[in-house]
């Protein structure tokens, strides 16, 4: 009769991940969030190096090589591998130059609709009563207005430039960042930890600063990425328009104003910023959903 072995194997204790390491599980195991981050990284890459890429100096004209076509296209050369402009200007060196502006109005334009739609999204959820009542009517007005033909009426009175163009777009973007912050400091509000700070006598200041906004700084990261994109928009339809970034700076809206005129016969004059332009936005929006969706994994759809 033979017998068999019951030893059963050890228990082994599995050891559990960090929140660090879940969240770097969730980050690189995201497709969406990496190639919007790389795409983001590289343009932000262009932007720095800029004078180091660039084959030409984006204002140099020369009007003995106007509107050549790029170097795949019948009487393109090397010398100006996209083609030139109406101006004699190097086109690729106008993209490359044209991410820096892009980049940097996006980035302070969305730095500046931050501080004014989180500070008094965060004052209207903390204190309701009369504050939140009156930031809710602000809301209302905000929202009421047509944004773009308010940017518009506002540049062309100040006059354009980057600094007010990041001002204006940014102060014409806070909407969501004020919707999303009241509705979770609200929530926050009302947590024992909060009521515990209270009760240990530290100032609505304090609790603010220390309890509140520690919680809504990856809500505040999301909104940012998908408001940077907002805000690119904004510049280059202003600069289409002819009241945003002014010539010669180069700025892909701008690029897309000036070359319409010929882009039934010069179509490369249109589709290369327009191209650029899309890179730059769907980076931006991919990094801000995949982040969504790295901080709240529960709200995914698998």
Not at 57 to 68: C, E, G, K, N, Y
Not at 168 to 177: A, Q, R, S
Not at 204 to 220: A, D, F, G, K, T
Request: hydrophobic content about 50%; charged content about 10%.
């Amino acid at each position: 009769m033979s017998t068999t072995d019951t030893t059963l194997p050890p228990v082994t204790a599995e050891r559990r991940m960090t929140p660090a390491e879940m969240f770097r599980q969730r980050m690189f195991g995201h497709r969406g969030f990496l190639l919007g981050a790389g795409l983001m990284l590289l343009i932000v890459l262009i932007a720095i190096f800029a004078p180091l890429l660039a084959p030409h100096d984006p204002f140099t004209q020369t009007l003995s090589a106007r509107m050549l076509p790029p170097v795949w296209s019948e009487g393109g050369n090397w010398d100006y591998i996209l083609g030139t402009d109406q101006n004699g200007r190097d086109y690729l060196s106008r993209l490359i130059y044209g991410t820096r502006v892009s980049i940097t109005i996006g980035l302070g334009a969305a730095t500046v609709g931050m501080l004014i739609g989180v500070t008094l999204g965060v004052l209207a959820g903390y204190f309701g009563g009369w504050i939140d009542h009156g930031i809710s009517f602000l809301l209302t007005a905000q929202l009421a207005l047509p944004g773009l033909l308010l940017a518009m009426a506002l540049v062309f009175i100040i006059g354009p430039s980057i600094w007010v163009v990041i001002g204006i777009v940014g102060v014409l973007h806070w909407t969501y960042y004020l919707v999303v912050t009241r509705a979770a400091t609200q929530r926050i509000r009302s947590q024992d930890f909060v009521a515990a700070a209270a009760a240990s006598g530290a100032t609505s200041r304090q609790i603010i600063w220390h309890e509140i906004l520690p919680n809504l700084l990856s809500q505040i990261i999301v909104i940012f990425t998908f408001e940077l994109g907002i805000a690119i928009l904004a510049e280059s339809s202003l600069s289409f328009l002819g009241v945003g970034i002014q010539p010669p700076t180069p700025s892909w809206g701008l690029m897309i104003a000036e070359g319409k005129q010929a882009m039934f016969y010069r179509p490369w004059l249109v589709i290369l910023p327009g191209i650029c332009l899309f890179l730059l936005v769907i980076g931006a929006n991919l990094m801000g959903d995949g982040l969504r969706d790295i901080t709240s994994p529960e709200g995914r759809n698998e």
